[in-house]
């Protein structure tokens, strides 16, 4: 599904060009012409499944009153939420939905996929051995995909995109259609400082066949990528999401997005908020920085009424 904001509808005009059983049963059907007539109605059937089981194109609601959220920590940004049950979509700041930024870590959920998918890592508690490079302390020891997942931790699915290999890299982001499907730059940093980019409508279009299971990956890979990226569990709902935090043109970018399930509806989401580098030398705007990518969220998430704040 792509998430644009005009509407097609499927009428029989649309279906002209479909070759539509209609011979008339006059007399006897040879073996031959009964073949052909079932064959055309075959036809017919999967073509009309196919075009009736797409989903229309969401109805938008825009929401200029949730800027007061991202006003509050002194950030710009935009905000996208699809409603799967009821397909529609609200947005904020409009503009920038379909603005393409560099994915930061936010890539690490297709990153994860792909070295599933490849078999360059088994599952969740595949260890790569910490390089004895000094960052900081939370990443400075050997890693497998969950902690790594849950840490954001670089230089493993640096480590992992080496292993992959640059043609199967391609060949994956390619298939899943991700962002623009750049991966210049180098194959450690494509995602981080080099020709990938991504919108929100894009995050939003990826997440939804993260949840729906149809992108190309097999179901074990996204289950186990659905696992990881567990960041509440209860009764009330389940939420998967990712942080990013990257720079771009002078600007610092922040992301959050993922899908949230309830007992009857799923939502899926993309945050993205947007500061100048130079002003995040400050620690104190740093860090507020920082909190503003999962606070926004949860701060209309609950305006929105689908999850209220504890």
Not at 182 to 201: E, H, N, Y
């Amino acid at each position: 599904m792509r998430f644009e904001f005009s509407t097609t509808h499927v009428t029989d005009q649309n279906m002209s060009h479909v070759d539509r059983p209609h011979t008339m049963l006059t007399g006897q059907i040879t073996s031959a012409g009964w073949s052909a007539l079932m064959t055309s109605a075959i036809v017919w059937i999967a073509c009309a499944l196919l075009l009736t089981s797409c989903s229309p194109t969401p109805a938008v609601t825009e929401r200029d009153d949730l800027r007061s959220h991202y006003d509050h920590y002194h950030v710009d940004g935009s905000f996208a939420l699809y409603d799967v049950a009821h397909n529609t979509l609200v947005l904020y700041n409009r503009p920038h939905y379909t603005k393409q930024c560099s994915p930061a870590s936010t890539f690490k959920i297709c990153n994860s996929l792909i070295g599933l998918e490849t078999g360059v890592i088994t599952n969740d508690a595949y260890v790569i051995p910490w390089d004895s490079v000094i960052r900081n302390p939370v990443w400075d020891r050997d890693h497998d995909l969950r902690s790594a997942f849950a840490n954001s931790t670089v230089w493993y699915y640096q480590e992992l995109a080496r292993r992959v290999g640059g043609a199967r890299m391609k060949h994956w982001i390619d298939a899943a259609n991700y962002g623009n499907r750049d991966t210049s730059g180098g194959l450690d940093s494509f995602w981080l400082s080099g020709g990938l980019r991504v919108s929100p409508q894009q995050q939003i279009e990826f997440l939804n066949g993260v949840r729906s299971g149809t992108l190309p990956f097999s179901r074990r890979s996204l289950d186990i990528v659905r696992d990881i990226m567990i960041v509440h569990d209860s009764s009330d709902y389940v939420m998967r999401a990712k942080t990013g935090w990257g720079g771009q043109d002078g600007k610092e970018i922040g992301w959050y997005v993922g899908y949230l399930e309830t007992p009857n509806n799923a939502y899926v989401f993309s945050n993205i908020i947007f500061a100048e580098s130079a002003s995040l030398a400050d620690t104190d705007r740093a860090i507020e920085f920082d909190v503003a990518r999962t606070a926004i969220v949860s701060s209309i998430l609950d305006s929105l009424g689908i999850v209220r704040r504890r």
